[in-house]
């Protein structure tokens, strides 16, 4: 096994890494050293990764890429502080994007809008990570195709040759140059990564226990859920996704295939579909929970009601520094000002966020509510009572 990282350095010669010359190489010209050590299976080893600048008490910022059971575990090194990635997943039209971009609004993070859908595939940021599908599930036994793009992402890497041949014009290349420069100044920096990506979730347990990232998983009533795929026109298939992946059906989904199958069958509409939808996602998450100690789970609901308090607590939790302008930022998205719901296939973040938790019931008949519930007893007892659903 190899582990490698590449060591950006201020200092115009070699810095002394502790690491047996026959496994370096300094390249001056480039100001980057290569660390390449090989590692025993089922052994420990640690390479820090410093970026030297000038900060309180003589400290530096650095990214520690830890080699653990299954991968890869990357900390953070902040003013002394150590910060994991983070991952904002859950069931789509949940909150993911309200909730990604309020904790991105600390100056400790930064955001990536996900990478897991294969409409993002080919983006500058995302290197060479390429998806085919939704809800990709990846596991030991097909990660090869996808852990490096992965650990690019979690680098903090531009793909700055991809960038550049995309280039047309003086201004898209302006842009690559911007972009090549934030991304080493948030490197400089020791800014965090914050992945927000919902069609991560079959994937959030293989990050999770390879990278070290910790997980936020937003969670929504299905009555909602299924009001909003109505409203936005969404072509719901889960059985597209769930029964083309052998893997996923194996490890989670085998329960389900009867009903899956049914659906692909017979004469479904976007409710019945959609609610199904939701309780493939739910019953993983349910999983999730039984599983990962550490993890947040926020239900949506709940950070509607109060969002200040509620994300004031999920801020102490991952230890992020709450300010002045955070709480504005979170007002501003959450204030009673705001409409009240979306509408058409709009995806606003800004609305009554009180307001918004519980409108699906005006939205919805009362043949179509009775319907969802049918469609996700069994697993919806674990998040929502039958108060819920008045």
């Not at 003589?58 to 953070?76: D, L, M």
């Not at 911007?178 to 080493?184: D, E, L, M, T």
């Not at 998983?217 to 719901?236: C, E, N, Q, Y």
Request: hydrophobic share 35%; charged share 25%.
């Amino acid at each position: 096994m190899r582990l490698t990282a590449l060591v950006r350095n201020e200092n115009s010669s070699a810095p002394s890494t502790g690491v047996p010359d026959s496994c370096c190489q300094w390249r001056p010209e480039r100001k980057l050293f290569r660390i390449t050590r090989q590692v025993p299976p089922g052994s420990v080893a640690c390479v820090s990764v410093a970026h030297r600048q000038s900060v309180p008490h003589n400290q530096s910022n650095a990214i520690s890429a830890t080699r653990v059971a299954h991968g890869v575990e990357f900390v953070f090194m902040v003013n002394g502080s150590s910060r994991r990635p983070l991952l904002v997943t859950g069931s789509p039209r949940s909150g993911s994007t309200w909730v990604g971009r309020m904790l991105a609004a600390s100056p400790e993070l930064y955001y990536v809008h996900e990478p897991f859908n294969p409409s993002c595939s080919g983006r500058d940021d995302l290197g060479r990570l390429r998806f085919t599908q939704h809800f990709t599930y990846i596991t030991s036994e097909n990660e090869s195709t996808y852990r490096p793009g992965v650990q690019r992402i979690l680098e903090g890497r531009y793909d700055l040759l991809h960038a550049l041949l995309s280039c047309r014009r003086r201004s898209q290349l302006r842009t690559v140059l911007a972009n090549r420069k934030a991304f080493a100044d948030r490197r400089r920096d020791g800014i965090v990564p914050l992945i927000k990506d919902p069609i991560a979730l079959m994937s959030a347990g293989w990050l999770a226990r390879s990278f070290g990232l910790q997980c936020v998983v937003t969670i929504r009533h299905p009555g909602a859920f299924v009001a909003s795929i109505k409203r936005l026109g969404w072509d719901s298939k889960p059985f597209n996704w769930a029964l083309s992946q052998p893997l996923l059906m194996r490890d989670f989904l085998q329960p389900f295939e009867a009903e899956l199958r049914e659906l692909e069958t017979g004469d479904s509409d976007v409710i019945e579909r959609a609610a199904m939808a939701w309780k493939l996602h739910h019953y993983v998450i349910k999983q999730y929970k039984d599983t990962f100690d550490d993890w947040i789970f926020l239900r949506h609901e709940d950070i509607s009601q109060d969002p200040v308090e509620q994300f004031r607590r999920v801020y102490e939790k991952l230890s992020l520094t709450w300010t002045d302008k955070v709480e504005e930022t979170i007002r501003s998205h959450s204030s009673s000002t705001n409409p009240k719901e979306a509408e058409g296939k709009d995806k606003p973040l800004h609305l009554d966020s009180r307001a918004a938790a519980h409108g699906w019931k005006d939205r919805l008949e009362a043949d179509e509510v009775e319907r969802i519930r049918a469609r996700v007893d069994g697993v919806v007892q674990a998040f929502y009572g039958d108060s819920e659903w008045l």
